[in-house]
């Protein structure tokens, strides 16, 4: 005899026989042909060298083996659901190791953190650049990254879209003195550029160029606060998203918004990554909280303090 005799499924199998006293109506519940559950009975008696029903009997009865054996089934069937949902979810137990881009952390890190800190024990929040947080991820330095690139040639890396926003130009109110400002004006003004570094550089560069516009290289940040501080002190204008702009938000009322012609290069995703098969139920979470953040909190604030900013400036709708 094996010195593990019983198998789970076997033994999910006889309670559902003891407590339907028919292998037809428990065939029904576990949802399996009565051929089935017949022949987990006779492997689980096999198996474990006892004699579990008496067959002279009609309903079926648990001989005495069977009814010891019952009592401990269940007991040890609660025990392994519990492990499996224990080890599916860790985020009931465990530190969640969280890396957020700049913008993303800026404008959704403090409510995301909040709306987490019932499901987890401890969370560790990175900021930084999508190439460094994807890269921690792959290392597991990271359990969990919100990055705007999804990694696509990374089997090992599960994603779930987030959201995307739509690229949108800024202009000082102080420069315009009271006139509609246009992307002929700006054009002619300097272009406050965000680091070619980072991934939102580099997307931004390939919108400009895709429009033929040419803007002189003579300042370069990697953050959106110095960035949004020159433009609103009227030094030149930027090309930068609602995110950013709600991250930078005491800049916002003196800014105008200035639309930019459609562009399938006009926009920028953001994707929660985590290495397959771990973490799941918390990712669902990070993506639902994440959600409501953008469309009921960022983007009404950016209407009431940029009522020009488009309507589907940011997007939950995947793109197809």
């Not at 076997?10 to 042909?33: H, P, Y």
């Not at 648990?62 to 224990?86: E, F, I």
């Not at 030149?236 to 009322?253: E, I, M, N, S």
């Amino acid at each position: 005899m094996s010195p593990y005799p019983f198998d789970l499924h076997s033994l999910r199998a006889f309670v559902a026989v003891c407590e339907a006293q028919s292998m037809a109506d428990a065939a029904r519940t576990l949802q399996v042909t009565q051929s089935a559950t017949s022949q987990l009975i006779k492997a689980l008696e096999k198996q474990s060298g006892m004699t579990l029903f008496d067959r002279d009997f009609r309903p079926l009865r648990p001989t005495a083996q069977g009814l010891l054996l019952l009592d401990m089934a269940k007991d040890l069937l609660a025990h392994a659901q519990s492990v499996a949902g224990r080890l599916s979810d860790q985020s009931q137990q465990a530190i969640v190791r969280m890396g957020c881009v700049d913008s993303f952390t800026g404008a959704c890190g403090g409510p995301l953190v909040r709306a987490l800190s019932n499901r987890v024990r401890e969370v560790s929040l990175w900021s930084g650049l999508t190439p460094g947080l994807s890269g921690a991820l792959e290392r597991r330095e990271l359990d969990i990254a919100i990055c705007t690139v999804s990694p696509l040639t990374d089997t090992r890396i599960t994603q779930r879209f987030l959201f995307s926003e739509q690229f949108v130009a800024v202009v000082g109110k102080s420069l315009l003195d009271g006139r509609a400002p246009t992307m002929a004006t700006l054009a002619k003004l300097p272009l406050m550029r965000y680091s070619r570094r980072s991934v939102i550089g580099q997307q931004i560069e390939r919108y400009l160029l895709h429009m033929g516009i040419q803007a002189p290289l003579k300042y370069e940040f990697d953050a959106t606060d110095p960035i949004l501080d020159l433009v609103s002190a009227g030094e030149g204008y930027a090309v930068t998203t609602p995110l950013c702009l709600w991250q930078a938000r005491h800049y916002l009322d003196q800014l105008q918004v200035v639309p930019l012609t459609p562009s399938k290069l006009a926009s920028r995703g953001f994707f929660c990554l985590s290495r397959v098969g771990e973490w799941q139920a918390l990712a669902r979470q990070v993506e639902d909280v994440t959600r409501y953040i953008v469309i009921n909190d960022v983007l009404p604030q950016l209407r009431k303090h940029l009522p020009d900013i488009a309507a589907d400036a940011i997007d939950v709708t995947p793109a197809h």
